[in-house]
């Protein structure tokens, strides 16, 4: 029994003195979708800091107010990300990942279903600007995502969202309705 144990003793130290010795796998894509919402929360990080710094909202169902808020805020967001690109969050890895996430959801059974309920309430083609910090049309409709997509989407803080225009997935701040970045060709 001693020997036993002190065999076992030698191989997790000698695991121990070479960390190499003893491999974990780790899933590539778990990796990434973490290196994602990193990257998430990171955005969040400024737009919370930013959102304190613009004028305060007070409840009100006014749209000039309301826009005039969103307004403030998308203007500190602009400026703090003055030089984003696109890919900053949907870095090419991830839109790999999310592409490879939402494929199945498209091309499986209810495929043909989940395309139409994407079709249903988009925004007529050219009627958003796919750009990094552009606002997101007032008088656009904001697509819904279909439950089965967002479903196998990572999830997002409650003030970022994801929407579809045509084949390209949006990642849209609520309260600034800025889009934060967006990936093209996301619909197969």
Do not use: C, W
Request: proline share 9%.
């Amino acid at each position: 029994m001693k020997r036993i144990a002190i065999a076992g003793l030698l191989i997790v130290g000698t695991l121990a003195a070479f960390p190499g010795a003893r491999q974990e796998k780790v899933n590539p894509d778990a990796r990434l979708l973490q290196e994602f919402k990193q990257r998430i929360d990171k955005y969040m990080e400024l737009h919370n800091r930013l959102e304190k710094k613009a004028p305060r909202l007070k409840s009100t169902e006014e749209p000039a107010k309301i826009k005039a808020s969103q307004d403030a805020l998308a203007a500190l967001i602009r400026a703090e990300r003055a030089t984003a690109k696109p890919g900053e969050i949907f870095t090419p890895e991830v839109a790999t990942v999310l592409r490879r996430l939402m494929n199945p959801e498209v091309k499986g059974p209810d495929g043909a279903e989940t395309k139409k309920a994407i079709k249903d309430d988009a925004p007529a083609a050219g009627e958003v600007s796919m750009k990094v910090n552009a606002r997101y049309p007032e008088n656009a409709p904001l697509p819904t995502v279909p439950p089965n997509l967002l479903a196998s989407l990572p999830q997002l803080p409650e003030d970022l969202e994801y929407r579809i225009v045509g084949r390209t997935l949006i990642l849209r701040d609520v309260h600034a309705n800025i889009i934060v970045d967006y990936l093209p060709k996301a619909i197969q």
